[in-house]
T-cell receptor, first 110, second 116 residues
Framework: DAKTTQPPSMDCAEGRAANLPCNHS???????VYWYRQIHSQGPQYIIH???NNETNEMASLIITEDRKSSTLILPHATLRDTAVYYC???????????FGKGTRLHILP | DTGVSQNPRHKITKRGQNVTFRCDPI?????LYWYRQTLGQGPEFLTY????????KSRLLSDRFSAERPKGSFSTLEIQRTEQGDSAMYLC??????????????FGPGTRLTVT
């Protein structure tokens, strides 16, 4: 079973920052937080991952709370192409498979 | 583009027939994964290979399902005696087994199976 809880859907205006929350209150010390997204009719795409520290790459930023029980994925300037289902995943890097939940369906509004 | 490719993209079959899907991973990736996704759900893990060895199988993978990766390159997923409940998107992913980017799985576009 997925170890994360996400809202089923969210809206965000184009050009604004999209902040997607994720709860993972049972995360253990050696588990990472991963984010993938799935655009309609495509396979999932890796976005970012982190353990304790906040992370940033060309796609997004990941903010992890100090107690690691929740995190937020930030898309700084959302575009229509960011409309997708976003999956927050908790994963031990020694575990090869990914356990997906239902994710958050993000709608970017023009 | 040398991403993960899957064939066919769509397959319609009648209940009871056998079907086979193919996945070609990114060439230097030694790990290959199969997932299944039904409408409104996230992908569910089925099985994975490191090179030609099948290392883990989910309990979702019934006896009617078999996967192979004979030369450690492409993989096939066969479903025998298909049932309507097998209708789903079948996703393949690959990754490097070791190294900095080993955590990142690259997914193909999927094969959508419809069993009538």
């Amino acid at each position: 079973d997925a170890k994360t809880t996400q809202p089923p859907s969210m809206d965000c205006a184009e050009g604004r920052a999209a902040n997607l929350p994720c709860n993972h209150s049972t995360i253990s010390g050696n588990e990472y937080v991963y984010w993938y997204r799935q655009i309609h009719s495509q396979g999932p795409q890796y976005i970012i991952h982190g353990l304790k520290n906040n992370e940033t790459n060309e796609m997004a930023s990941l903010i992890i709370t100090e107690d690691r029980k929740s995190s937020t994925l930030i898309l700084p300037h959302a575009t229509l192409r960011d409309t997708a289902v976003y999956y927050c995943i908790v994963r031990d890097n020694r575990d090869d498979k990914i356990i997906f939940g239902k994710g958050t369906r993000l709608h970017i509004l023009p | 583009d040398t991403g993960v490719s899957q064939n066919p993209r769509h397959k319609i079959t009648k209940r009871g027939q056998n079907v086979t899907f193919r996945c070609d991973p990114i060439s230097e990736h030694n790990r290959l994964y199969w997932y299944r996704q039904t409408l409104g759900q996230g992908p569910e893990f089925l099985t994975y290979f490191q090179n030609e060895a099948q290392l883990e199988k989910s309990r979702l993978l019934s006896d009617r399902f078999s996967a192979e990766r004979p030369k450690g390159s492409f993989s096939t997923l066969e479903i025998q005696r298909t049932e309507q409940g097998d209708s789903a998107m079948y996703l393949c992913a690959s990754s490097l087994g070791l190294g900095v980017k080993s955590y990142e799985q690259y997914f193909g576009p999927g094969t959508r199976l419809t069993v009538t």
